[in-house]
T-cell receptor, first 112, second 118 residues
């Protein structure tokens, strides 16, 4: 079992819809969770961080964390074609020092 | 302000050559990380510095890989006797610190160096 898992996709949604991206992790003691967006040929860009159970909203993005179930999700409201990218979930695992452990990423396609 | 910068952006090496990849972190950022990203996969940790001290090098795949940050700012990742399996994008990230408030742990990535070994 991988330490951080994501569905590779592609996840295809129509423009204006809500895109829901999910991530599960193996280390129950993990405390820090991040979502990065990566356009093709570019480097990861931090879009959300979340540390406590519940929801955190920033513009069209909402991160949701459920530590008991060991999952973190990212919702993108009013999806735009410009949101088409790979979304990487990253976790600072409890026993892995200060590094980030990444999932394989979910490719999102928003169709006009 | 300026973000993390990396050079060169692209590097083509013949198998067996040595290469050096440079990372210039965000000014004032204490922590610096190197990751390797293969095509279609998430980044994988290589090594981590706090100031000039290399505190974790558990992700370096072999003793051909060496990293340094002698003055606590710019870092260099060196790969000796490159092999085809070293072909990947090498990403550098920095964060303000690793202690203190959570926000200061956020890691910001540079543009990466794409290494191709022929």
């Amino acid at each position: 079992q991988k330490e951080v898992e994501q569905n590779s996709g592609p996840l295809s949604v129509p423009e204006g819809a809500i895109a829901s991206l999910n991530c599960t992790y193996s280390d129950r003691g993990s405390q820090s969770f991040f979502w990065y967006r990566q356009y093709s040929g570019k480097s990861p860009e931090l879009i959300m961080s979340i540390y406590s159970n519940g929801d955190k909203e920033d513009g069209r993005f909402t991160a949701q964390l459920n530590k008991a179930s060991q999952y973190v999700s990212l919702l993108i409201r009013d999806s735009q074609p410009s949101d088409s990218a790979t979304y990487l979930c990253a976790v600072k695992l409890r026993d892995a020092g200060n590094m980030l452990t990444f999932g394989g990423g979910t490719r999102l396609m928003v169709k006009p | 302000g300026a973000g993390v910068s990396q050079s060169p952006r692209y590097k083509v090496a013949k198998r067996g050559q040595d290469v050096a990849l440079r990372c210039d972190p965000i000014s004032g950022h204490v922590s610096l990380f190197w990751y390797q990203q293969a095509l279609g996969q998430g980044p994988e940790f290589l090594t981590y510095f706090q100031n000039e001290a290399q505190l974790d090098k558990s992700g370096l795949p072999s003793d051909r890989f060496f990293a340094e940050r002698p003055e606590g700012s710019v870092s260099t990742l060196k790969i000796q006797r490159t092999q085809q399996e070293d072909s990947a994008v090498y990403l550098c990230a920095s964060s303000f610190t690793i202690s203190g408030g959570n926000r200061y742990n956020e890691q910001f990535f540079g543009p990466g160096t794409r290494l191709t070994v022929l």
